[in-house]
């Protein structure tokens, strides 16, 4: 990747980080609720534009890929199905909801205006799993992770193993809002994360399988929490 796209690529992560972990509660003291968060998911669209722009290239290999290969197509739909059985039990044994959690399904119900709702639903089945793809699977599990661990001249299957484990847990480390989730052990019910990092290995690091995974399966929170 040329320099000026790694650069954009990492201007690009850090103003969504930023803007999803802490500008609403920098600019909420001195505006209104709703334009808080209007200007905090704004944000967080240019930075995944910047990002799908920075990564170009590498997106149209994975889509190549796809069109040549069409034969791993059925992994969509299979992980899916696992992920969402994968929570059902994960909520049956761990019952306590995370912070994180509570508070996504707490701002679709009580966001009542319809620009709000779609702002949220583009934010939630769009824009979030690109981005926390490119981060967590592109970025620690191929890009640093297994950059480590091979240099560490580890075997194919190790590496591919602890990579997953790795950015699995950092993935799930990233939805803690306070120590609560881990005195609780709702840390616990993001385990289905492991699910897009699995397909984001099995397909060759092709991106998008994870984040259409992902995609859909936040599209059937999205429908639940309202429904």
Same mark, same amino acid.
Not at 117 to 129: A, R, T
Not at 194 to 200: E, Q
């Given at each position: ?71 791993? /197509?059925? &992994? $969509?739909?299979? !992980? ?7 929570? =059902?039990?994960?909520?049956? +044994? %761990? ?19 319809? /620009?709000? &709702? $779609?702002?949220? !639903? ?7 799993? =690109?981005?926390?793809?490119? +981060? %967590? ?91």
């Amino acid at each position: 990747m040329q320099q000026s796209r790694v650069r954009q690529l990492i201007i690009s992560l850090m103003v969504y980080f930023i803007s999803a972990e802490f500008l609403y509660s920098w600019l909420r003291p001195f505006m209104s609720q709703n334009i808080t968060s209007d200007i905090v998911v704004l944000l967080e669209y240019l930075s995944c534009a910047i990002a799908l722009f920075a990564l170009t290239d590498s997106i149209i290999i994975d889509l190549d890929a796809i069109s040549k290969n069409r034969k791993k /197509l059925w &992994l $969509i739909p299979l !992980f899916v199905v696992l992920d969402f059985c994968l929570q =059902i039990i994960l909520q049956n +044994i %761990f019952t306590i909801q995370s912070g994180n959690q509570g508070h996504v399904e707490n701002v679709l119900q009580n966001n009542t205006h319809l /620009l709000g &709702l $779609i702002l949220m !639903f583009i934010m939630i089945v769009i824009v979030g799993p =690109i981005m926390e793809e490119i +981060i %967590f699977q592109y970025l620690f599990q191929k890009v640093i992770f297994k950059g480590l661990l091979k240099r560490l001249k580890l075997g194919k299957r190790a590496v591919s193993i602890l990579a997953i484990i790795l950015s699995t847990m950092i993935f799930m480390l990233y939805h803690v809002t306070s120590m609560s989730d881990f005195s609780n052990l709702a840390i616990f019910t993001y385990s289905d994360l492991i699910l897009f990092a699995i397909i984001y290995e099995i397909t060759d690091d092709n991106l998008i399988y994870p984040i259409v995974v992902h995609s859909l399966g936040n599209l059937v929170g999205f429908i639940l929490v309202l429904f």
